[in-house]
């Protein structure tokens, strides 16, 4: 499934990182803690997570992740968004809880394989 895909079915908001829109998501990984994340998380994954600064991005971009999915309406910082525009990673927002849109993605993933 595209990143527009699941923006359009799950009504997600693009904060930046548009040029991403066209990667492919092989699945998700959900997690706020940085280092887990960077061991664990493969390429291709959706990362859902509440952090919003510039590490999330440099996280992002080494493990070569299709998007990141910010929960519970939390804002990306501008740096954020600045690191995103540059590495082609959309950064997509949602007011849901990380247990409620993990499950809405996982859903999404598996009608659409």
């Known amino acids: 499934m595209l990143v527009s895909e699941l923006k359009e079915k799950l009504n997600l908001k693009v ?16 997690s706020d803690l940085l280092s887990d ?24 971009s080494l493990k070569d992740l299709s998007a990141i999915l910010l929960v519970k309406g939390q804002q990306p910082d501008a740096d954020m968004l600045e690191l995103a525009e540059e590495e082609g990673i959309a950064v997509l927002g949602s007011d849901e809880n ?3 849109v993990s499950g809405k993605v996982f859903n999404s993933l598996m009608q659409k394989s």
């Open 15 to 30: 904060f930046g990182g548009n040029s991403g829109l066209n990667r492919e998501i092989t699945g998700g990984y959900t």
């Open 37 to 60: 994340v960077m061991g664990f998380a493969d390429q291709g994954k959706l990362w859902i997570t509440l952090q919003t600064h510039r590490n999330v991005m440099a996280i992002a």
């Open 98 to 100: 990380s247990f409620e």
